[in-house]
């Protein structure tokens, strides 16, 4: 499989609705394969996230989360925006699940901020409407109706079949919050649109559209809505563990509505074996409530009373389980940034220097071929202590280990005064780098002479006694060199730190400037 072949694989995963969450599952898992074998990363991310998509959906929050966390590092570190938008979504639904909606709105958020040309019309309609989902969630209504409208908009100049999900949407948070009428008014434009389209509404539409017709009390066209919705689900097109039984209880709703409280009880009886053959809890626990409100509708106050006191511990007991969840989901949360945190400074420390704490020669070889492929303004400097076999020989080891200490402190302070976008690293024993982007090799000689003279003038009696402490430095420019290369740019530099050797020391020597006496 080519590269382009495997991408509109995933993007029919990303941009699709499937009904089969472990069926898609290991259908990304096979493309990750693929785009292992192809060595492509961005792939193998988009694969990694629809796979994490896919765990949630099927109920496995915890390790969606900790395979979010691994696209997450990716996607950041090489600024993939569409891939942050998509995984800012599916953070959006892991909040939601945990109850946080703050935080679930504010990366609903991220998810549109991050749209850009590069993102499907679909991921424009839909990163619109799941965050008017979350404005919803997070109690604020009016602010979702802004959303819907949007996401709407987009949704009618494309012709995009998303509109139907997002007026689903829409309609049932309208219901949610008590705006009957409008709920009314957006469940007609679904059906309208449907019609108009020629396309059949899903089951799951024809379910919210039933429970608002049970809400408004029109429960004969509700108990119609609802025994198409469950004929539709009878042609095995679209399911889910929980789909039939929540069926089951809108059409029982309806059917008490109507009065019809034995088609009401069988209808509760055909979900209450639902709910028991698939472990559905959550379904049972309204299931006992409903049957409550039948056995009231019928005058059986007694057992009215009796399955309420059952629905009661059901939820209790129902509440409890989904803490426990929520707090595995933190747990894993936890776990995977406590992780991502304790690799993070083990990655750092290997790019320093124990010693002195500037960056070292693997940070220096991970970060200048960038800065040299980008910044055709780029200056190096290679620095070196004078004499300092003086120091360790005359005053021990462990006074040059100080004296290089200071130094690479007094480095680190004129290159963060002189430019903050560069560096000072050490290379081993004596010598040190200076990288200064974006600093013509001129002004980038005056700053390191100014250096130079900064640890000339320290006073280092604390420390050596009144043995001066002085440095050479040879400067380089990516306009020094015919072909700029890493290896090219520091040989330059070392041939002027020699040449600034060979002058009598405590100077620094570049192509621009071929020296600045220390005598200054």
């Not at 800012?88 to 892991?94: A, E, G, Q, R």
């Not at 396309?199 to 809505?225: C, F, H, R, W």
């Not at 081993?428 to 390191?448: D, M």
């Amino acid at each position: 499989m080519d590269a382009d072949t495997l991408s509109a694989a995933l993007l029919d995963i990303e941009d699709q609705r499937s009904w089969d969450a472990r069926a898609e599952l290991a259908r990304a898992i096979l493309l990750e394969q693929a785009a292992q074998a192809l060595g492509d990363p961005l792939l193998i991310a988009r694969a990694r996230l629809c796979q994490a998509n896919m765990r949630m959906r099927d109920g496995d929050i915890a390790a969606a989360t900790e395979q979010i966390w691994q696209v997450h590092e990716w996607a950041v570190a090489n600024d993939a925006r569409v891939l942050m938008a998509r995984m800012h979504v599916l953070w959006s639904y892991i909040h939601q699940h945990l109850g946080d909606a703050e935080q679930a709105l504010e990366h609903a958020l991220l998810s549109v901020e991050l749209l850009d040309d590069d993102a499907t019309t679909h991921m424009h309609i839909w990163h619109r409407t799941k965050l008017a989902d979350s404005f919803w969630a997070a109690g604020s209504m009016d602010a979702a109706r802004v959303r819907y409208a949007q996401a709407e908009e987009l949704a009618v100049m494309t012709g995009s079949p998303a509109l139907l999900c997002l007026l689903n949407n829409q309609a049932f948070a309208e219901f949610d919050t008590g705006n009957r009428q409008r709920a009314e008014q957006v469940a007609n434009r679904l059906q309208s649109l449907a019609a108009e389209w020629d396309i059949l509404l899903e089951p799951d539409y024809l379910d919210t559209i039933g429970s608002i017709q049970v809400g408004n009390g029109s429960y004969a066209e509700a108990e119609d809505t609802m025994r198409l919705c469950i004929a539709r689900h009878g042609e095995g097109q679209h399911d889910r563990a929980d789909a039939l039984a929540g069926y089951l209880l809108t059409i029982a709703q309806a059917q008490r509505g109507l009065k019809a409280y034995d088609a009401a009880q069988q209808s509760l009886d055909e979900c209450r074996e639902l709910c028991v053959d698939r472990h559905l809890l959550d379904m049972l626990v309204r299931l006992h409530q409903e049957q409550a409100e039948l056995h009231a509708a019928r005058g059986e106050f007694a057992e009215a009373f009796a399955v309420h006191k059952t629905f009661f511990t059901a939820y209790q007991n129902l509440h409890s389980l989904q803490r426990e969840a929520r707090t595995r989901t933190r747990q894993a949360m936890f776990e995977t940034m406590e992780a991502r945190q304790e690799a993070e400074r083990f990655r750092e420390q290997a790019r320093r220097d124990p010693l002195t704490g500037l960056h070292n020669r693997r940070f220096v070889d991970e970060s200048l071929p960038h800065l040299i492929e980008t910044d055709p303004a780029l200056t190096v400097a290679l620095i070196d202590l004078d004499h300092f076999k003086q120091v360790n020989d005359r005053l021990s080891h462990n006074v040059g280990d100080q004296v290089l200490i200071r130094v690479a402190a007094l480095l680190a302070e004129g290159v963060a005064a002189a430019c903050p976008e560069g560096f000072a690293a050490r290379m081993g024993g004596e010598e040190f780098l200076i990288v200064l982007p974006g600093t013509t090799p001129g002004r980038a000689t005056a700053l390191l002479d100014g250096i130079r003279r900064t640890i000339r003038d320290h006073d280092w009696r604390d420390i050596t006694r009144g043995l001066p402490v002085t440095v050479s430095v040879g400067v380089a420019a990516c306009s020094d060199v015919p072909a700029v290369t890493q290896p090219a740019l520091l040989s330059t530099a070392d041939s002027h730190l020699y040449a600034a050797k060979h002058a009598g020391r405590d100077r620094v020597v570049s192509t621009a400037s071929r020296g600045y006496a220390s005598a200054a």
